[in-house]
């Protein structure tokens, strides 16, 4: 696929804040990407920059080729769907999808049949001369999709819209906004702190923590192979422990030794470790296995979430249940065991990178 957009060395402070650090990401043309990170991290600046409500500090933003660091967003090819979706409580549905046709001065006709067209896409053949107001929260937002897209943008930007629906709603809108983003064949770039929402939509995830982004691939590439323990922990649970890496496809960790598929470490480099719940087997104590107590046994609808706690504390996902107290055994296979470059600081969810250890995987 062709870039359609280039961020190349971008930073923004805010009141001597730095939000955003030096960051550098390739978009490209009909892609499903998501900015997903936790509430500061400069994802929704990156993507203010992108629409052009906000100016980096230094640093270049290309569409096409083109630098468009002043480029008003009228100018720009791209559209924004905010959380709050910002319809024009005046006008019915009809006319606050073609609104934006209305200020370029299309001929009605054509307006009618875009209208038309966006009705259909977005499901609501039928409500054309209904009230925005009398609308429920998922058919606004499929109004502002429309509205966005009535004008044909080459990128829609959409700054966590699905985050005032309640959870079987979202789930619906994710399914729908994908469907939208395949059929128009456009680039939807997606803010979220939502990990599920992320994994779920897109084509790429661009992790982003503190101002940096951290760790750039498909869902399977962030769940499977995060590159540092902030990712790790971020994407999904994890158990995150220290280990010592003896040499290629060997690792200790836990008071024992472990084979493992990771290769490329200096002998006896220290590591971390990251290991998923659902990658962990129970069994019966032995010589072989790291053993220890169950303590706490919560039932999550789909698995049940043991606590173990052995040389450390394992978080363990499992269909068959426990009861606290159980003595048991954890075995790993070694394609369960993911080897990290240590971290500087790991603790309570919030992480802290060396600049050497923020990794751009494209």
């Known amino acids: 696929m062709d870039k359609i957009i280039e961020i190349k060395g971008i930073s923004k402070e805010f009141n001597g804040e730095q939000v ?11 892609e499903f990407v998501t900015l997903l990170g936790p509430s500061g991290c400069g994802k929704t600046t990156t993507l203010r920059i992108i629409g052009g409500f906000v100016t980096p500090d230094s640093g270049d933003l290309f569409f096409n080729g083109k630098r468009i660091n002043d480029l008003p967003p009228y100018k720009r090819n791209v559209n924004t769907v ?52 009398y609308l429920s ?75 940096t982004i951290q760790q750039v691939g498909t869902p399977q590439d962030i769940y499977n192979e995060p590159v540092n323990a902030f990712v790790a922990d971020f994407i999904g649970e994890s158990n995150i422990l220290g280990g010592i890496m003896h040499r290629d496809r060997l690792v200790e960790f836990a008071g024992n030794i472990f084979e493992c598929v990771d290769r490329g470490f200096a002998p006896m480099e220290p590591v971390d470790v990251v290991i998923r719940p659902e990658d ?43 009861e606290p107290g159980d003595i048991v055994g954890i075995t790993l296979s070694p394609s369960d065991i993911h080897i990290m470059k240590k971290s500087s600081a790991f603790s309570q969810g919030s992480f802290i990178t060396d600049e050497t250890e923020v990794r751009n995987i494209e």
């Open 20 to 30: 955003l650090d030096n960051i550098s990401l390739d978009i490209h043309d009909k």
């Open 137 to 211: 929260g998922g058919q606004q937002q499929r109004v502002a999709i429309a509205r966005a897209l009535i004008n044909q943008p080459k990128v829609l930007l959409l700054d966590e819209p699905l985050g005032a629906l309640d959870l079987k709603l979202r789930k619906e809108m994710q399914t729908e906004l994908k469907k939208i983003q395949q059929h128009m064949e456009i680039t939807f770039i997606y803010v979220t702190h939502d990990q599920e929402e992320a994994l779920t939509m897109s084509d790429t995830v661009v992790v982003m923590n503190r101002g």
């Open 280 to 322: 962990i087997v129970l069994t019966e104590p032995t010589a072989d296995t790291i053993n220890g107590v169950v303590e706490s046994v919560t039932f999550k609808g789909v698995h049940y979430e043991i606590i173990v706690q052995a040389s450390d504390t394992w978080i363990v996902h499992s269909t068959k249940a426990r």
């Open 82 to 133: 905010f959380q709050k979706y910002a319809l024009f409580p005046h006008l019915n549905v009809y006319e606050n999808i073609a609104f934006a046709l209305r200020l370029s001065k299309t001929p009605e006709k054509k307006i009618n049949m875009r209208v038309n067209e966006m009705l259909e896409l977005v499901d609501l053949v039928g409500f054309e001369r209904r009230s925005v107001n």
